[in-house]
């Protein structure tokens, strides 16, 4: 009886670690990252966000701002946005036509 105790203990231990990194997984999620467009000007938004880059599609970069309110005024063309929330690096196609 006692090494099944021990054994569902362990059980138990193991299910509740794996779930403590579901969560962890689940809480880094970048949901509320948003992306928005206002006339000419593109609206990035996330409570998480520490900075955003706009770049052309040939790699130059245009401008890097932080926060968690960025504000781009774009001409019309393709480019490329890159944002660092929760620590990774999100990466969006902006497309103005």
């Known amino acids: 009886m006692k090494k099944y105790l021990c054994k569902v203990s362990y059980l138990l231990t193991f299910c509740c670690l794996m779930a403590g990194f579901s969560f962890a997984d689940a809480a880094k999620n970048n949901d509320n990252f948003t992306v928005r467009f206002r006339e000419n000007t593109l609206v990035v938004t996330s409570t998480q966000m520490e900075e955003a880059r706009i770049y052309t599609m040939q790699g130059k970069l245009l401008q890097k701002e932080r926060g968690h309110f960025i504000e781009f005024e774009l001409d019309r063309g393709t480019y490329r946005l890159y944002a660092k929330v929760n620590g990774e690096t ?8």
């Open 90 to 97: 999100v990466s969006r196609r902006i497309e103005l036509r």
